[in-house]
């Protein structure tokens, strides 16, 4: 991926090396977050709660040392990504007469707080609604290449954008929407349009990079980008992580959509790269 001459964001919090601090609070939208990942990387949910408990009282230190880090090449790339889902969300929202909020992304380690409660590296990458943010620990990039073999920078910044498109649906309404059904329906039946929103940021993140190609002078994609992308969709589809991790699949869990699914819905948003061919409702 062509991502040195990017514009770096400058709406990025660089936690590393700091604790998360606090008392971690798993609630609502936190709760729902645990589960969903517990789906994602085969873990029992009651672990990652633990795991995040152990943070409990845990006094924030100061600015990591001063010094380069092995991982600041990584940060500055995600930085770069960041700033390209913005130029190409202002452009979007600017032909459709409206002004694109900007999400911030922390970049943590370990362990960090935010408004969705307490988070671990465990996790994975995230998007919190409550403070409209992106989190993610770096770490991740090496758990994308080595456990899931979705190597490439572009992989990392599917991910990235797959985030993004949450704070997009965040914006458009479409989360609260979610939320407020949650309630009124079984567990099956949420699944399903938790599925449906999953699918349709995927979707957002292909029409990312549909934009950020025709908008870079040089475009951003070498050739195989657009291949480790579709591999990092289909390595994280709910049915292939619940194979891998019980031996068996079980749709009416499933809370990210299959991994044919994932990968259909970003491919068709790199194809067209148009927001009608991905409403929420259209998604299946």
């Not at 100061?62 to 190409?88: C, H, I, N, Q, W």
């Not at 951003?220 to 291949?227: F, Q, S």
């Amino acid at each position: 991926m062509r991502w040195q001459d990017l514009r770096r964001s400058g709406n990025v919090e660089d936690r590393r090396g700091m604790s998360g601090g606090g008392k971690v609070a798993i609630g609502g939208i936190g709760f729902i977050i645990v589960l969903a990942i517990g789906l994602l990387t085969g873990q029992d949910p009651s672990e990652i709660l633990s795991n995040l408990q152990q943070t409990q009282g845990t006094e924030q230190v100061g600015d990591r040392p001063p010094g380069p880090r092995p991982d600041d090449k990584t940060a500055d790339f995600v930085t770069a990504v960041l700033g390209s889902t913005e130029d190409v969300w202002k452009q979007i929202y600017e032909e459709n007469g409206s002004q694109y909020e900007l999400p911030t992304l922390q970049i943590f380690e370990n362990s960090t707080q935010g408004g969705c409660g307490g988070a671990s590296a465990a996790m994975g990458p995230f998007y919190c609604p409550a403070d409209q943010k992106v989190y993610i620990d770096l770490s991740f990039c090496d758990e994308l290449r080595e456990k899931y073999n979705a190597p490439g920078d572009f992989a990392v910044a599917y991910v990235v954008a797959h985030e993004v498109g949450h704070h997009v649906q965040n914006l458009m309404g479409i989360t609260d929407k979610l939320q407020e059904a949650r309630g009124r329906m079984s567990e099956a039946e949420y699944n399903k349009l938790s599925v449906k929103l999953e699918l349709q940021a995927d979707f957002l993140a292909g029409v990312w990079a549909n934009r950020a190609e025709k908008m870079a002078a040089n475009g951003i994609l070498d050739p195989g980008d657009l291949e480790a992308a579709l591999t990092a969709a289909n390595a994280i589809g709910d049915d292939k992580l619940q194979k891998q991790s019980q031996g068996y699949v079980v749709p009416d869990a499933f809370t990210h959509g299959s991994s044919k699914q994932r990968m259909y819905w970003f491919k068709k948003g790199f194809d067209t790269g148009d927001l009608n061919q991905g409403k929420y409702n259209d998604i299946q």
